[in-house]
């Protein structure tokens, strides 16, 4: 190795008074490549490496609508900083099918029930706001206090939540990745069998890939049976999370479709990242759900959800083909590039907590756990008017991330685990305080043509 140095340096010292101009050149360029090197390394490589000098929190501006993060230090009070900053009440949830909706459905219906908050309540007791179709204003029960939130199944419709939701609404939504969702999907509602694949295929995603235009077809045509609340010509393989977010694809047949051009599907993904403050991901559900509680200024009490699958949405493909994922690559683009965009966010996002951010995921791991065995319990015993004392009620202790605060039975039944059972609760109290304006309401015809109004 010595011996290799020193023949090198002898070499570069002949070369030097042999060439000195040459030599020059050649060091300067080779240190300019490396400066360029090691500074694109830097910035844009490692990003995430470049951890921020101190801890920040999600804060909202005067106006309760733009956002901007309230830097702290480590010395200063986590508990005061918790505390300084308002509850956020006002909030629009737009969700990809098979996106862990469910869970947070219980979520959001447990937050805004127990502070007697306006829900935009889909018609009768429907479950969707005319998804997969855009959204109306004649989608919701009328509501004379106004409304607070929108969690229920709707494509983000700009111009009509804009026109019926608070000024300083938030806006956030929760997707998953792509291929891990459509097989979710593919299973739930039941693709193979209304397309048509074979029952006795060993791998029916594989086998819908390959003849992709036929159970395309035969799936989306009129004629298909136990197709659900999926209208015909809606594609459920394709582009659905962009879809859900309002990006024109092309349905309903007749209006815009970006799909064929990335410059207007990117343009579309920036467009929503300025409308949206925070886009969660299911493959990072609890970091998710802490930069959602520091979004929203709410306690871990509000992010407490129930499901006793969470665990397993890691991204299993071993039996797939790679060419089928390819396929699905090509075929839903849109979806691809959308995940990609807003996992970078979500991570900028964490960067930009500093690393007491995981000391708080981990610490709401913990909490999360007891209320779920808590809860389990519960609802292993039923619903009761009165329950044992020792399961009466589970108390959280204080840290510098919560207050002290207890989880009854109630707060079980009203997250899970059926939590659409909340969500009609709703609609019969919103028709008992609203039956005035409802009447009034339901003697304006319903003009929404049959091919722009969902069934579900
Ligand atoms: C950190 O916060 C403390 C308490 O507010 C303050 O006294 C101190 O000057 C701050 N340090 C820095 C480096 O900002
Ligand atoms: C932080 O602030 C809270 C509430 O203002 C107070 O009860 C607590 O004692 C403070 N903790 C420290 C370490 O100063
Ligand atoms: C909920 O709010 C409405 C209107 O703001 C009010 O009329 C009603 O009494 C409240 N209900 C409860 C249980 O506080
Ligand atoms: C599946 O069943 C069809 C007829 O029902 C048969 O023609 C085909 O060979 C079977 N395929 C496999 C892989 O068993
Ligand atoms: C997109 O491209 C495909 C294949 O080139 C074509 O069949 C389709 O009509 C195009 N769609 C639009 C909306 O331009
Ligand atoms: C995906 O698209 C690329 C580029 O358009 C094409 O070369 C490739 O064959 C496609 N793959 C599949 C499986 O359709
Ligand atoms: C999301 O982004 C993180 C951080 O950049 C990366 O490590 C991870 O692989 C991405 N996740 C997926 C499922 O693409
Ligand atoms: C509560 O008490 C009952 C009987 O007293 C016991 O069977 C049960 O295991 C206890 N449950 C818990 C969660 O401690
Ligand atoms: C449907 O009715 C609303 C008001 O009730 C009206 O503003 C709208 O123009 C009507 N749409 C059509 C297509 O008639």
Request: hydrophobic share 40%.
């Amino acid at each position: 190795m010595a011996k290799l140095v020193s023949q090198l340096y002898s070499w570069c010292v002949r070369f030097a008074k042999k060439k000195p101009n040459a030599f020059f050149t050649v060091v300067v360029t080779a240190l300019f490549v490396y400066l360029v090197f090691t500074g694109y390394m830097l910035c844009c490589k490692y990003p995430l490496l470049e951890l921020p000098r101190v801890p920040s929190s999600y804060v909202l501006d005067f106006n309760g609508q733009t956002l901007y993060e309230l830097d702290f230090n480590e010395s200063q009070n986590l508990t005061q900083v918790r505390k300084s900053c308002k509850e956020q009440i006002n909030f629009v949830f737009i969700k990809g099918m098979k996106c862990a909706t469910s869970t947070l459905l219980g979520v959001f219906y447990r937050f805004g029930y127990t502070r007697n908050l306006s829900f935009v309540s889909p018609l009768n007791d429907k479950m969707y706001l005319n998804w997969p179709f855009p959204m109306t204003r004649r989608s919701f029960r009328p509501s004379g206090r106004g409304y607070n939130i929108l969690t229920d199944h709707a494509v983000y419709t700009e111009s009509v939540m804009e026109a019926i939701m608070p000024k300083d609404t938030l806006y956030i939504s929760i997707i998953r990745e792509p291929f891990a969702q459509l097989k979710s999907v593919f299973q739930y509602f039941k693709v193979a069998k209304i397309s048509g694949v074979p029952a006795n295929v060993s791998s029916p995603v594989d086998e819908y890939f390959a003849h992709l235009e036929r159970y395309e077809k035969a799936y989306t045509d009129h004629g298909a049976k136990y197709r659900w609340c999926v209208p015909d010509g809606f594609s459920m393989t394709r582009n659905l999370l962009s879809h859900c977010h309002g990006m024109p694809l092309g349905f309903p047949p007749g209006s815009e479709d970006v799909s064929n051009s990335t410059a207007a599907i990117d343009r579309y993904i920036e467009h929503l990242d300025r409308k949206f403050s925070l886009v969660m991901i299911v493959e990072y559900f609890y970091e998710s759900l802490v930069l959602l509680r520091r979004l929203m200024c709410w306690g871990f009490k509000d992010i407490l959800f129930i499901n006793a699958n969470i665990a397993k949405y890691d991204f299993q493909t071993n039996k797939i083909k790679p060419e089928t994922m390819e396929a699905h690559r090509n075929w839903s683009n849109a979806d691809y590039r959308f995940y990609r965009y807003f996992n970078k966010t979500l991570w900028g996002h964490i960067s930009r907590q500093g690393p007491r951010f995981f000391e708080e995921v981990k610490e709401f791991k913990i909490v999360e756990s007891l209320v779920q065995d808590y809860c389990q319990t519960i609802y292993a015993i039923g619903k009761r008017s009165v329950y044992p004392s020792n399961v009466s009620e589970t108390v959280i202790p204080q840290s510098v991330w919560t207050d002290q605060f207890t989880v009854t039975p109630n707060d079980c039944w009203m997250l899970g685990p059926n939590p659409y059972e909340l969500l009609h609760q709703v609609q019969r109290e919103h028709d008992v305080r609203e039956a005035a304006l409802l009447a009034e309401w339901n003697k304006i015809p319903d003009n929404r043509t049959e091919n722009m109004k969902s069934t579900c």
